[in-house]
């Protein structure tokens, strides 16, 4: 299953943005999803994972932590991330990806990454 994010765009220090991720297919093919972001020159780091199904299973990095949140919405078979209150920081490419979750450790999936949506936040 293809994953595709979008939503991405330029904002200002503080700005708020909602990305959201979709799959090619008809749901998604795996029992939790993960948030990546790749800056320019950086690793990708993971931002924030779900259990699908499972509301408050939501797990954040301190650095997103209470600015960021994830949800499901099971009707459009999207999976969102809401960022709120955003900083120059936070500028990088967002992507989705199918995994799975063992506590609080997320292992993506051993398929290709899907096309990312750029985020930037100016100054």
């Known amino acids: 299953v293809q994953l595709q994010a979008s939503g991405g765009g330029l904002v200002q220090t503080g700005g708020s943005l909602t990305l959201s991720c979709a799959a090619s297919g008809s749901t998604f093919s795996s029992t939790a999803l993960g948030w990546y972001r790749q800056a320019p020159g950086e690793q990708r780091e993971l931002v924030a994972s779900m259990e699908l199904g499972s509301p408050g299973s939501a797990d954040y990095k301190d650095f997103v932590k209470g600015r960021f949140t994830i949800s499901v919405d099971m009707a459009k078979n999207m999976v969102n991330l809401q960022m709120n209150n955003l900083r120059p920081e936070d500028t990088a490419v967002y992507y989705c990806?199918?995994?799975?979750?063992?506590?609080?450790?997320?292992?993506?999936?051993?398929?290709?990454w899907g096309k990312g949506t750029q985020v930037t936040v100016s100054s």
């Open positions: 990806k199918t995994g799975r979750r063992l506590g609080h450790y997320f292992y993506p999936s051993l398929t290709s």
